[in-house]
Nanobody, 120 residues
Framework: QLQLVESGGGLVQPGGSLRLSCAAPGFTLDYYAIGWFRQAPGKEREGVSCITSGGSTNYADSVKGRFTISRDNAKRTVNLQMNSLKAEDTAVYYC??????????????WGQGTQVTVSS
């Protein structure tokens, strides 16, 4: 059964960078559309970025130009490189298998989440 595991969260100062990874022990993610989502305290979970099995990507407007999603086929991970981080990026970040990257629709397998805190 597919399980997703996130890693790479932590505390970073505004303007700093973090790299999140999503892995699926025993599986390759190559054939799946994988999305990154986040949920800040008191807010609804929102889609951040997504990559299709074919490598097409999309991003929420709030992170365009700052975040980059990619696959590392050697490590069998989907990564989210986050640059120029802002306090409003503080949230628990989740990766999920999704049915459609467009609109970040129909996530149906979730990781446990990793905390990202942007603070001075």
């Amino acid at each position: 059964q597919l399980q997703l595991v996130e890693s790479g969260g932590g505390l970073v100062q505004p303007g700093g960078s973090l790299r999140l990874s999503c892995a699926a022990p025993g599986f390759t993610l190559d054939y799946y559309a994988i999305g990154w989502f986040r949920q800040a305290p008191g807010k609804e979970r929102e889609g951040v970025s997504c990559i299709t099995s074919g490598g097409s990507t999309n991003y929420a407007d709030s992170v365009k130009g700052r975040f980059t999603i990619s696959r590392d086929n050697a490590k069998r991970t989907v990564n989210l490189q986050m640059n120029s981080l802002k306090a409003e990026d503080t949230a628990v970040y989740y990766c999920a298998r999704v049915r459609y990257c467009s609109g970040f629709r129909s996530p149906f397998v979730w990781g446990q989440g990793t905390q990202v805190t942007v603070s001075s």
